[in-house]
């Protein structure tokens, strides 16, 4: 189960890293974007993007939201190069929030 950032707990270590995640879901497309989150294990990373997720698909059923990890990333853009889809490659990416 997917958790929201109503349940997240802020400490001193992830408090910009949360106020960063809410700005995302407040007014998606601007601010933070792309929100990219970076820190040691047991800080809540995982459970700050899938807060943003859950959040944008509440407040805008329709948004097309693209959840994946950089390892994920990674191999989709070397893919697409590999097989010169560089155009495909950006445009879902452009299409997203």
Request: proline share 5%.
């Amino acid at each position: 189960r997917w958790k929201s950032l109503e349940q997240f707990v802020t400490g001193p270590c992830n408090r910009v890293a949360w106020a960063s995640a809410l700005s995302v879901v407040e007014e998606p497309g601007l601010g933070a974007n792309p929100l990219v989150i970076y820190g040691p294990t047991g800080t809540g990373k995982t459970h700050l993007l899938e807060g943003v997720y859950l959040g944008i698909r509440r407040s805008q059923p329709d948004a097309k939201v693209l959840y994946l990890t950089a390892e994920d990333f990674m191999n989709r853009f070397l893919g697409a190069v590999y097989q010169n889809k560089q155009y495909a490659f950006r445009k879902q990416f452009r299409e997203c929030f």
